[in-house]
Each structure stands twice: as C-alpha cells, then as structure tokens.
C-alpha cells in the first residue's frame, strides 16, 4: 500500500434503489479521495468522497461488474495489483489475429472458449486475481463464487456504475459498441444486480463484499491491493 495513503474508516451505506437505470447517491459528500478501504458489506460510494486504495485479503478473488464501455478494463489495467483477467484481451487478440473485415459474430464462440479456458487455469493456479464480468451471464458468477468458496477464499464485487450515457461515450470512445439489443441486456442486468444488493446486500448475490462506484470516485481510485 502506498505509505501516503491513510487507512480510515468509511462507514458502509445501504443502497436506495430508484426509478431508472441508475439510482442517485445515498448521500453527497465532499469530492475528493479520502485514503484507504478494506471494504466490508456493502459499501455505495457514488457521490460520496472515493478510496485511494481498495484493499482485499491476500489470495481472494474480485469481480469488476458494469456496462460496457463503463470503464471496467481501464479500472481494472490501471489499479489491479494482482493478475487480470479480462474478456477484452481475448478479444482484441482474435481481433489482431483474424482478418479485419471479419464480423465478430462469427468468431465470437472462440472467443468466449479461449477467455473462459484462461479464467478457469487462472482460478486454479490460486492466489490473487482480478476478473472482468460482462454481467450478463449469472452462471459465470455462480462459478465464480463456488469455485472460490471450495478453495477457502472469498469473493468480491467492485460495480462500477456508470450511466447508460456515459457507457455509450465509452463505447464510442474505444471505436467499438455493442449492439441496441446487447446494451439493453447488459442495463438490464447490471440494474437487477444493483437493485439486489441495495434490498438483500452482497452474500445474497454470491459476494462477501461489494463496492459502487461512480466515474468520478473511480477516477479516484489508484489502486486495488491484496494484503495479508
């Protein structure tokens, strides 16, 4: 951990849903990061002053949750001090292999394949790991949480909640989107996911911990850390 960052507490904040695609805060608080968290529960920082570090038990697994073009694979390039897996690297390296006029429909089962294959090696291997989720598949989270909980380590959740409008900038941005049909599936998912663990908390939804955050608190963000 940095030795500038101080360790404070930030106390956990239950999620109000909303009407919409993406509920306000809580509660506003000044802007700024505040330092260090080892999250526990549920902890709803949108709007609110954002960690410098996220902290987990060394050797525990963290899911990145949120729509695509959100800012998952850069949150999770920029911060994760532990090895990544990410459904975008599989992709882009069918994409640099393939021909560039090829539909990704076409080749998309391979992918899938080939980025599952790494996730399942990666989760074997054991230790530390960060991993992307598209969101819209629950078995790959149920797997995911039993897998962890058979090698006796936990699970956790980093939502990254950006709005629909902001994903669609991100995607647009990076020159790639997904489809009207694909994004819907995808707010779907992601508001029935936030919804649950502002009603249930994160256990019901197969974490021991989960975390929200806006863009601007994960702009704050500088490092996610597994420690003893």
């Known amino acids: 951990m940095r030795d500038s960052a101080r360790t404070v507490h930030v106390q956990d904040i239950p999620t109000t849903p909303a009407q919409g695609d993406r509920p306000g805060p809580a509660c506003a608080g000044p802007a700024g ?39 998952k694979s850069t949150l999770m390039r920029r911060c994760a001090r532990a090895p990544i897996i990410d459904s975008q690297h599989s ?28 996730l399942r090696r990666a989760l074997a291997g054991g230790g530390p790991l960060v991993v992307h989720d598209c969101g819209t598949l629950p078995w790959v989270r149920t797997w995911l949480s039993r897998t962890a909980a058979r090698q006796g380590r936990a699970l956790h959740l980093i939502l990254l ?25 995808h707010r779907r998912a992601t508001a029935a996911l936030r919804t649950r663990l502002g009603t249930a908390g994160p256990t019901t939804a197969g974490f021991a911990t989960a975390v929200l955050l806006d863009r601007p608190a994960a702009r704050d963000l500088q490092d996610i850390e597994f420690t003893d």
Do not use: K
Not at 47 to 64: H, S
């Open 161 to 185: 909640d950006a709005s629909p409008a902001e994903a669609a900038a991100g995607q647009r941005a990076r020159g790639r989107r997904v489809s009207t049909y694909a994004f819907a599936r």
């Open 33 to 71: 990061p505040v330092g260090a968290l080892r999250p526990s529960g549920l902890h709803d920082l949108r709007g609110r002053p954002a960690p410098v570090v996220l902290g987990y038990p060394a050797g525990d697994l963290v899911v990145v949750s949120g729509l695509p073009g959100g800012g």
């Open 91 to 118: 992709r882009l390296l069918f994409e640099h292999r393939l021909p560039r006029l090829l539909p990704y429909a076409l080749y998309r089962p391979l992918v899938r394949v080939f980025h599952y294959r790494r």
